[in-house]
């Protein structure tokens, strides 16, 4: 087995996807072979150059190490989608998504099995309870993945709001939506999970923005940017930093040594 890496949310700023790619030792434009890198979605909006970022993932897309999934500021882009983001991309880029979507080189779910042999599921934000119930309840995050990449419609799941439960996997909050039904669920937590697009804290402010009961099954790297709810005897993590306009100061990817992913490749 070789080593897998999580990138959080990138938000239009090629220089912090640059920074991440050059902590993880990529120096040209493919990875390592022992490496394989998996990125949450939300490429773009927000940041100063979408396009740049887009450049820099096309090119790792091209190696088979490279999986991109998609976020919800992707998906306003594909067919049957709603523009919510008030800089748009121009058409171009537009077209290189789409793309990326229509030949599987964009897709919903990813899953990895870490040197423990524990599955974790992969997503932009998190598959709520309520979602996974929809699915059937599969019992691994390796079924789990495949189920959501061959179910596409759940990446326009909203919900009400983004705290609604019902929001589907590119789309729910952390705290209300994601983490409180599953500590309130009395059966077996199935999998852990790593996602990005939101998180419980301020990371600038090192303060929290939920409810008590998650803020004592978590644990936060203020430094990386990653914070670990523990529920059910599994592990949720959120990797998403956070960039917004400006780009965080430090943070760092999510990296598990001895894993490998176990969902198989559409392309």
């Avoid at 919903?108 to 699915?135: I, K, N, P, S």
């Amino acid at each position: 087995m070789g080593k897998v890496a999580l990138i959080g949310d990138v938000g239009g700023h090629p220089d912090q996807l640059r920074r991440a790619l050059a902590w993880l030792g990529v120096t040209s434009e493919r990875l390592p072979p022992e490496l394989t890198v998996i990125q949450v979605g939300d490429l773009v909006d927000r940041g100063p150059d979408s396009a740049g970022v887009l450049d820099i993932a096309g090119k790792l897309l091209e190696d088979r190490q490279w999986i991109q999934l998609a976020g919800n500021h992707e998906t306003q882009y594909l067919p049957g989608g709603e523009i919510f983001w008030r800089e748009p991309l121009p058409e171009g880029d537009v077209t290189r998504l789409r793309e990326w979507w229509a030949d599987g080189r964009l897709r919903v779910a990813e899953a990895v099995r870490t040197a423990d042999g524990e599955e974790l599921l992969v997503t932009h934000a998190g598959l709520t309870l309520a979602c996974w119930q929809r699915l059937g309840g599969p019992t691994s995050a390796t079924e789990t993945a495949a189920i959501l990449n061959e179910r596409p419609d759940l990446i326009w799941e909203r919900g009400e709001h983004g705290r609604d439960e019902d929001a589907g996997p590119l789309w729910a909050e952390s705290g209300a939506a994601l983490h409180e039904p599953w500590m309130g669920y009395f059966g077996v937590v199935p999998f852990g999970q790593v996602h990005g697009h939101s998180t419980v804290v301020r990371f600038a402010e090192r303060t929290w923005r939920c409810a008590g009961r998650i803020r004592h099954h978590a644990t936060v790297d203020w430094r990386a940017r990653h914070v670990r709810v523990r529920i059910g005897g599994r592990v949720f993590t959120g990797i998403d930093p956070g960039h917004g306009r400006t780009g965080a100061d430090e943070w760092r990817p999510l990296i598990l040594d001895d894993a490998h992913v176990t969902t198989p490749s559409r392309r």
